[in-house]
């Protein structure tokens, strides 16, 4: 199983762009890499998904790299409503069903 | 479209007493089902997993068990609750052919004092 390293926590101020990397050093061919948002008492609520080069929807890009051993959600412009939990996930068929987040990244947004 | 519900929503259990914790889904057949506890302040630690009825995968030894009786119905329970079994219980769900797009529940915070 791919197992995932993200920063801890990030701070920033509104109106700034923010780029949280993941670390998946061991990641499968099949797998794909996958983002999710998550406010206190609330489940995880998926943000984007990709497998290599870059995928941009109305909220955010991600950025893969060739090697796709890492990869960066980009949140342009953040508000206060973006201050949250942003987990990185790594899965796919190959891994036999069992999807296993990482610790995340506190994201803290200032005004 | 499809959805999922968890109930109950909050539950206070006394320690030794049972538990079980409800999980559904609609408007999708034979979904990847998951149920996943996160500690105040911490992250996700899978629990369980399920690929289709009767069909459990465990991730952690402990005192919970699962249980997926029909297609869209899972169940987390225990006999016998501790202390370390309080915590956010997320239900999720997966398309069979999953990529990693899981769909989460509201969830249930368990408080075992």
């Known amino acids: 199983l791919a197992k995932t390293t993200q920063p801890i926590s990030m701070d920033s101020y509104e109106g700034q762009e923010v780029n949280i990397t993941c670390s998946h050093n061991?990641?499968?061919?099949?797998?794909?890499i996958t983002w999710y948002q998550q406010f206190p008492s609330q489940g995880p609520r998926f943000i984007i998904q990709g497998y290599k080069t870059k995928v941009t929807n109305e909220v955010a890009s991600l950025f893969i790299p060739a090697d796709r051993k890492s990869s960066t959600l980009s949140l342009p412009r953040v508000s206060l409503s973006d201050t949250a939990v942003y987990y990185c996930?790594?899965?796919?068929?190959?891994?036999?069903?069992?999807?296993?987040f990482g610790g995340g990244t506190r994201l803290m947004v200032k005004p | 479209s499809q959805t999922i519900h968890q109930w109950p929503a909050t539950l206070v259990q006394p320690v030794g007493s049972p538990l079980s914790l409800e999980c559904t889904v609609e408007g999708t057949s034979n979904p990847n089902l998951y149920w996943y506890r996160q500690a105040a302040g911490r992250g996700l630690q899978l629990l369980f997993y399920s690929v289709g009825i009767g069909q459990i995968s465990s991730e952690v030894p402990q005192n919970l068990s699962a249980s997926r009786p029909q297609d869209r119905q899972f169940i987390l329970s225990s006999k016998k609750l501790l202390l370390s079994d309080s915590g956010f219980y997320l239900c999720a769900w997966a398309r069979d052919s999953n990529t990693g797009e899981l769909f989460f529940g509201e969830g249930s915070r368990l408080t075992v004092l």
């Open positions: 061991n990641i499968a061919t099949n797998d794909y």
């Open positions: 996930l790594v899965g796919g068929p190959n891994a036999g069903n069992m999807l296993t």
